[in-house]
């Protein structure tokens, strides 16, 4: 059974950083690729980021680039995006998900895993 489980989400001023963390319990976490996806309120959920199985390829979106970074360390089953020089309109819940297929890119359907999520504030 796969289990995701976000940490590291908090308030933070604009400008700061915060780290987000996910401890995947799969047994195949090494084989497949994860994600972060955010839902702001009343807004659909988008993607954010996505790392393959070991490691790369990375993709982010454009709002993103530069910005936020993310990895994944298989010894530990975990994935983080670092989260910096953050803005007010990231303010989100913050979502880690593993693809049920493709060890290339976590394409967020409904049909991978999804952990509860993280909520992310930023103050201006």
């Known amino acids: 059974q796969v289990q995701l489980v976000e940490s590291g989400g908090g308030l933070v001023q604009a400008g700061g950083s915060l780290r987000l963390s996910c401890v995947d319990s799969?047994?195949?976490?090494?084989?497949?690729?994860l994600g972060w996806f955010r839902q702001a309120a009343g807004k659909e959920r988008e993607f954010v980021a996505s790392?393959?199985?070991?490691?790369?390829?990375?993709y982010y979106a454009d709002f993103v680039k530069g910005r936020f970074t993310i990895s994944r360390d298989n010894a530990m089953n975990t994935v983080y995006l670092q989260m910096n020089s953050l803005r007010p309109e990231d303010t989100a819940v913050y979502f880690c998900?593993?693809?049920?297929?493709?060890?290339?890119?976590?394409?967020?359907?409904?049909?991978?895993?999804w952990g509860q999520g993280t909520q992310v504030t930023v103050s201006s």
């Open positions: 799969g047994p195949t976490f090494d084989s497949y690729a």
């Open positions: 998900t593993e693809d049920a297929q493709s060890g290339v890119r976590a394409r967020g359907t409904k049909y991978d895993y």
């Open positions: 790392i393959g199985w070991n490691g790369a390829p990375t």
